[in-house]
């Protein structure tokens, strides 16, 4: 799919519960939590795959941006409709 603009970080949180050693495998989970007008919240989870440990949670929000014009624009309808089929009732709007 192709839109107009640049996903821009605005906000990250990151909260770790347990460390990570150098040869640990890790899994990564992400979903988008909420989707605004102009913005969305990605949620993250991280697991160590030997004893399936959450090591640390994550949410990102990124809002999308006009870098000519400097300023936030609406996501697409056809990228909103997308991300909620794949997220399903789970999606916060």
């Excluded at 192709?2 to 460390?19: Q, S």
């Excluded at 495998?25 to 993250?44: A, D, K, N, P, Y």
């Excluded at 990228?79 to 709007?93: M, Q, Y």
């Amino acid at each position: 799919m192709d839109f107009e603009g640049d996903l821009v970080l605005r906000a990250l949180n990151i909260e770790y519960h347990a460390p990570a050693q150098f040869d640990d495998l890790l899994e990564v989970f992400i979903r988008v939590q909420r989707i605004g007008r102009t913005s969305m919240t990605f949620e993250s989870q991280v697991f160590r795959i030997d004893d399936d440990v959450l090591m640390a949670t994550v949410h990102q929000t990124v809002v999308l941006v006009d870098l000519e014009e400097r300023k936030a624009c609406p996501i697409p309808h056809e990228l909103r409709e997308e991300i909620r089929a794949f997220e399903g009732d789970d999606l916060e709007a």
